[in-house]
Each structure stands twice: as structure tokens, then as C-alpha cells.
């Protein structure tokens, strides 16, 4: 039998998921397959260049077109000075990024502190380079951070700290107060912050996101993974970014020529293109918000609870009223009974939680949205007897 450096071998539950979506015909809530359009016009810039010929592999830290308009963006949004040439490399999306960031300053027998609820690949890539995942749990439902506890846990095995900021599936976003308590808790440390912004620019209500690249003494040990994947719905396009400083970069380049080696470089030539051109993100930001807040008034007159998102394109919706099952067996019953697929809260949590909770994806068409909720709204109280 062979062993792998996995620490278990099953599948994740958006795998899983996904497959009993497909097996059950399920409207699908899972994950941002959404069927929104890309826009037309960047489609056409992707043909132009591939009929050029720009077809070839891409330099390791990525086509300098792109570079150069994500640093021009990303400098304008944070007040920053980050270099085209220096301080930023495309990555085959976001998740990418993160694997490698993490496989480069991670090593055996260091900690990693994570703040759940969290995707449950960050754990499985530490563990998968020797190292250990500190959880800190967010309580539910002000999902604060208890910056005592977090400094309880930091010893001379902590090596880095990953933020996902605004978060999924909660949609929390660090504060002004957070980032201090951040500052403090690492001046004069030698700690990496690994920050994952993807939803930065998916904020509602008129919330404000900070990045943690716009504090100096936070962006000289940090490095920010983002993405235009949901902006523009090419998520699966493997298009990400990571950015920061060189001290930083330099050394998860020497990685990225391994495990990156070239990024689609036809879409890179385009998105850069597309993204000269000027691009309104607060009309982007609205059409999503326009999306969160229809979903939530088709639901009225359920009994899901639910409190509005700040970010991102995930809602967490409350089914205690509907069900006291365990939020695993919940979903399953949902998606084999009532044909909609979603996230128990659970898969963001490293231990089993009580909370009976699941999360839904709204970036859909209008046509899903409807059909999803008229699904939901058919569960009855009490589903589980």
C-alpha cells in the first residue's frame, strides 16, 4: 500500500459535495460554478492572443503586461509602492499561490496558526510540509478574534500566520483594531503573514476592507494572495497572484520555478489588456450585492436564519429551526431529498461543531437562485424525524 505525505485520504467535502450534485441533479450552491458570463470582450482578447502566438510558456514570475497592471491597481487600492519586476508573480490562481507560500516557509516541526473557520487545505498543505496548524476559533456569531488567546499560542515554533481576509465562509472582515493587535503581536518577530484578499474588492454595505499590504510594518513581512476570478468569472482560467516584498518574493520564486513553472500565458496578455483598459470594480461589487440580496429575499417566509454577508459571494444560512441534525447529515438529506447541494459549516472546522450551519454560493443566475430557494422553502420543520 502505498503512503502518501496526506495526512488522511479521504475527500474533502466540496469534492464530495460537488460529485452528489452531479449524481442527485441538484441545483448546485456549492462552490462559484456559476454560468455568469465572462465578459465577451476579454474572451476575444484571449482568441487575439492565441491566434498571435503568444502561445508558448510564460516567464516564472509572469507576463510583465499583467504584472504591471495588477501592481498599478494593487498600489492605488493600498497606497503602497510595490515593482512590477520585484514584488509580484502570477500564480495558476489563488489556491496555487497559497500552496507554494506555504511549501516555502514551512518547515518540519514549525507551527502555523490559522483562524477558523478556514478552508481545509491550508491544514493539509502545513501538514503536508512537516509542519503543525494552530486553530483559533472564531466565535459564532460575532466571529471576533480573541487576540489573547492568539498571542497564548505564538512560541519559537511559529513561523507563520494565515489570515483570510474577508473570510470565508463568514465573510468577517479584519478591522482596524485587528490589525493592530496583528502589529503588535509580531514587531520583532520573524513571523510571515500569509493573507488571502480573493473577495477584497466584494465588500457590501458599505463596509470597508483594509489590506494588510496598506500598513507598512504588517506588508514587510507579509505576502497577499488574490484573484480577478470572481470579478470577472474566470475562475477557471487558474489566473492568481501573490504579492510582496522582495525579501519574500525572492524566495517563493525559487519555489514557484517547481511547482508554478507557467501560467496560461494567453490569458495573461488578455487580462492584461483588459484590465488597461479601466475597470469599474464598484459596479462589479454591486452586481454581487444585488445577487446576495435577492437570494435573501427569495428565502423570505422560510425558517433558514440568516444575518447578510459583509463580503465575499458566500451566505451562511442557520437551519436549527428546520433541523437539530448534525450539519453533515443535514446536507446530505438536502441534496438526496430536496435536490440542493451545499456546504456544512463543518468542512471549515478542523473538530466537529454543534453549530447548525451551511453555506451557500450566490454567484448564480437569477434562474438557479429561484430555483434553489423554492427548494428550500419546501423543507419542512422538523426534516430529520
Known amino acids: 500500500m502505498t503512503v502518501t505525505k496526506l495526512p ?72 503602497t509602492e510595490y515593482q512590477a519586476e520585484t514584488d509580484l508573480t502570477i500564480t495558476a490562481g489563488p489556491s496555487q499561490a497559497m500552496s507554494t507560500a506555504i511549501s516555502t516557509f514551512v518547515k518540519e516541526g514549525d507551527e502555523v496558526i490559522l483562524f477558523e473557520p478556514v478552508q481545509e487545505s491550508y491544514a493539509q498543505l502545513i501538514e503536508m510540509s512537516g509542519g503543525r496548524p494552530i486553530y483559533i476559533t472564531l466565535k459564532h456569531p460575532e466571529y471576533r478574534i480573541d487576540w489573547d488567546e492568539v498571542k497564548k499560542t505564538v512560541t519559537t515554533k511559529t513561523k507563520m500566520i494565515v489570515i483570510n481576509n474577508p473570510q470565508n465562509p463568514i465573510g468577517q472582515i479584519f478591522s482596524a483594531e485587528d490589525f493592530d493587535q496583528l502589529k503588535r503581536m509580531t514587531n520583532g518577530t520573524r513571523l510571515v503573514i500569509l493573507s488571502n484578499e480573493t473577495f477584497g474588492n466584494i465588500v457590501y454595505d458599505g463596509h470597508k476592507f483594509l489590506s494588510v499590504a496598506s500598513i507598512p510594518e504588517l506588508a514587510a513581512k507579509s505576502l497577499v494572495v488574490s484573484s480577478f476570478g470572481a470579478l470577472f468569472n474566470i475562475n477557471g482560467w487558474g489566473l492568481g497572484y501573490i504579492a510582496g516584498p522582495e525579501k519574500l518574493m525572492s524566495e517563493f520564486r525559487k ?80 441534496v438526496r431529498e430536496y435536490k ?13 461543531t454543534k453549530l447548525q450551519l451551511i453555506r451557500i454560493c450566490f454567484a448564480k443566475s437569477n434562474q438557479v437562485l429561484e430555483e434553489a430557494a423554492y427548494r428550500l422553502k419546501q423543507v419542512p420543520v422538523g426534516m430529520n424525524k
Open 8 to 79: 488522511t485520504t479521504k475527500k474533502n467535502a466540496f469534492v464530495s459535495m460537488m460529485e452528489l450534485a452531479e449524481e442527485f441533479k441538484a441545483t448546485n450552491l456549492v462552490d462559484p460554478m456559476s454560468g455568469l458570463p465572462c465578459p465577451n470582450e476579454l474572451i476575444n482578447m484571449v482568441d487575439k492572443y492565441m491566434r498571435a502566438g503568444n502561445n508558448d510558456f510564460s516567464p516564472i514570475e509572469g507576463v510583465g503586461s499583467l504584472r504591471d497592471q495588477i501592481v498599478s491597481i494593487f498600489n492605488k487600492q493600498n497606497n
Open 255 to 334: 519555489t514557484q520555478q517547481y511547482q508554478g513553472i507557467s501560467v496560461n500565458t494567453p490569458a495573461q496578455y488578455a487580462l492584461a489588456e483588459y484590465l488597461k483598459k479601466g475597470q469599474n470594480f464598484k459596479e462589479i461589487n454591486a452586481f454581487y450585492q444585488s445577487k446576495r440580496d435577492y437570494f435573501l429575499e427569495l428565502l423570505a417566509g422560510s425558517k433558514f436564519e440568516f444575518v447578510p454577508t459583509k463580503s465575499t459571494i458566500y451566505q451562511l444560512l442557520d437551519f436549527s429551526k428546520v433541523s437539530d441534525e448534525p450539519d453533515t447529515d443535514f446536507v446530505q438529506k438536502l
Open 340 to 352: 440542493v447541494a451545499v456546504i456544512p459549516y463543518s468542512a471549515f472546522q478542523h473538530e466537529k
